[in-house]
């Protein structure tokens, strides 16, 4: 994707497969929307090639934006719309597109006991809060059921709460079991919670994909675990917890207290690699000749 003669994505390649939770992470003006507007179909790319559910998205027909569910950043607005009928309009849109394996579109009282709004149908949105106002975009964006859903930072500004609630409804909550998810985040222990596989981007590039677990490993590389014996503190950095803690019990499990494992985690990796991309962009300081 290029903006005048400005690359802003260069050289991004990858496959989301049927079923998978692809989590897009990255710093402020990465990539991720435009990466996710161009699999809408909402942004046009310069060049490359794209397939989504095997059609390019600059010439998809209706068939394929009912199979698609968006999430934006923000949703226009429809303030003096009552929250049940404007689903109910939404979903509407779908009913041409309904099968005996995909019944759509969700029905209204169901879809919004799911994202938590069910006390809301009849409220005007204008009225919604902001976390309110979040979880009826969610529910636009689920109420074609969707084969994949495109989020783009969907829980920014939920609070604790209606973030783990999303968690579930992305997890489970009427979505067919199929249900390909690909969203983007500033969250870094929702990316931990949700994602099958995580792309980080940086710069226009990919630095990163894999999954949480395998980005922490291959970037922070040991666990830490810590414990007393006898009373005495020991601290170690292993590389697999699991057999070490087994194998310290089976040697002296009964002097063993106040066991801790620290594992690699997902935000030691982000850091690490962001900062290292960010690195290698920096032009080189000249050397003051003094
Ligand atoms: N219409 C546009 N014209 C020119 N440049 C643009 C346009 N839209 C986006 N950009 C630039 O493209 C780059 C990527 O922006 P994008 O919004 O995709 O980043 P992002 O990773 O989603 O950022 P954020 O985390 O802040 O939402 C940024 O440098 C941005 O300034």
Same mark, same amino acid.
């Given at each position: 994707? @290029? ?9 991004? %390649?990858?496959?989301?497969?049927s079923?998978?939770?692809?989590v897009?992470?990255? +710093? ?8 996710? =507007?161009i ?15 095997g ?8 068939g ?13 607005d ?17 009913t041409?597109? %309904? %099968?005996?394996?995909t019944?759509?579109?969700? +029905?209204?009282?169901d879809?919004l =006991?799911a ?8 409220? +005007? ?8 106002? @979040? ?6 964006g ?13 829980t920014?500004?939920?609070?604790? $709460?209606?973030? %783990? ?14 249900t390909t998810?690909l969203l983007t985040t500033?969250?870094l222990?929702e990316?931990?919670? *949700?994602? #099958?596989?995580?792309l980080? *981007? ?12 395998? *980005? ?7 666990? $830490?675990?810590?414990?007393? =014996?006898?009373g ?8 697999e #917890?699991?057999g ?5 019990f ?5 002097a ?10 997902? $935000? ?6 962001? @900062?290292e991309a =960010?690195?290698?962009r920096? $032009?080189?300081?000249? +050397?003051?000749?003094?």
């Amino acid at each position: 994707m @290029r903006y005048g003669n400005r690359d802003v994505l260069a050289g991004v %390649s990858f496959d989301v497969h049927s079923g998978e939770t692809l989590v897009i992470l990255g +710093p402020n003006g990465a990539g991720k929307t435009t990466t996710i =507007e161009i699999l809408e179909g909402f942004r046009r790319r310069s060049s490359g090639e794209v397939r989504v559910l095997g059609v390019d998205p600059d010439h998809a027909d209706e068939g394929w934006r009912a199979d698609i569910g968006v999430v934006l950043q923000s949703w226009r607005d429809h303030g003096k719309w009552r929250v049940g009928e404007f689903l109910a309009y939404q979903g509407s849109y779908y009913t041409p597109f %309904s %099968s005996a394996s995909t019944r759509r579109p969700w +029905p209204v009282h169901d879809l919004l =006991e799911a994202v938590g709004l069910a006390d809301q149908i009849n409220t +005007p949105i204008g009225r919604l809060s902001g976390g309110q106002r @979040r979880r009826l975009d969610i529910a636009v964006g689920l109420v074609g059921r969707p084969a994949l859903i495109l989020l783009d930072e969907p829980t920014a500004g939920l609070d604790p $709460e209606a973030r %783990s609630e999303f968690h579930r409804i992305i997890h489970t909550a009427g979505t067919r079991s199929d249900t390909t998810v690909l969203l983007t985040t500033h969250d870094l222990d929702e990316a931990e919670i *949700l994602a #099958s596989r995580v792309l980080i *981007l940086a710069g226009g590039s990919i630095i990163a994909d894999g999954t949480p677990q395998e *980005l922490a490993r291959q970037i922070a590389g040991t666990d $830490e675990v810590r414990w007393t =014996e006898n009373g005495v503190p020991h601290a170690r950095s292993v590389a697999e #917890s699991t057999g070490f803690v087994r194998e310290l019990f089976r040697q002296n499990g009964n002097a063993i207290a106040d066991l801790e494992v620290h594992r690699a985690s997902l $935000e030691d990796a982000y850091f690490a690699l962001v @900062r290292e991309a =960010e690195a290698t962009r920096t $032009e080189p300081v000249e +050397p003051n000749a003094a």
